[in-house]
């Protein structure tokens, strides 16, 4: 029986150690391609472009403001019509997938990573992570915190500053620490809130 490789583990949501050569070679590249996006040349929207589709691991058509940073990238699914402003972070040790016209105000972070309860395991430097889900259609408020293995509906807000632990409805707007529903949304609502 063979042995699964650290990003094997990683990507199968078992314990990992993020230390492993190989990941961390896989993070120092992802750290290049985005040092390089944040010093690209704004205006240059072909080329930002470029890049983007260069670390993602899907791009279907997507804008992201400088700065970005992200861990591995290859774990980012960009829906169509994705729009990120400044300082979006994504830690992306498991798959975080984001549906069509998904917009993030600035400060937002969006982490799958996790470290074990357990802190014999801690200071080991296991970590886990879990994948997140980004429904079409939902908007992040400016600083959200998204956290590992959450899924997020369609249409969902998310206010500013909350902190998402745990899954968010379609159509419903959350807010505060740790998140709850505060309203849902009538979709056939046609006047601006």
């Given at each position: 029986?063979?042995?699964?490789s650290e990003k094997e583990k990683m990507?199968?949501?078992m314990e990992y150690f993020p230390s492993d050569k190989a990941l961390f070679a896989d993070r120092?590249?992802?750290k290049?391609?985005?040092h390089e996006f944040n010093l690209f040349d704004i205006t240059?929207?072909?080329g930002s472009r470029a890049l983007i589709k260069r670390l993602v691991g899907t791009y279907a058509g997507a804008w992201i403001e400088p700065p970005f940073y992200c861990d591995y990238g290859y774990n980012i699914k960009l829906g169509k019509n994705?729009?990120?402003?400044h300082g979006l972070v994504i830690l992306d040790g498991a798959q975080v997938s984001f549906g069509d016209d998904v917009m993030i105000a600035p400060g937002v972070l969006i982490s799958t990573a996790t470290h074990p309860l357990d802190p014999i395991k801690r200071t080991k430097g296991?970590?886990?992570a879990n994948p997140i889900t980004v429904g079409n259609k939902v908007w992040i408020g400016m600083g959200a915190k998204i956290l590992d293995g959450v899924t997020i509906g369609d249409n969902a807000v998310i206010a500013a500053g909350a902190v998402v632990n745990k899954d968010v409805a379609a159509n419903t707007v959350v807010a505060g620490v740790p998140a709850s529903v505060i309203?849902?949304?009538?979709?056939?609502?046609k006047k601006s809130d």
């Open positions: 029986m063979t042995s699964l990507l199968q949501g120092e590249s992802a290049a391609l985005c240059d929207r072909k994705f729009y990120a402003n296991l970590e886990t309203k849902t949304i009538d979709s056939t609502h």
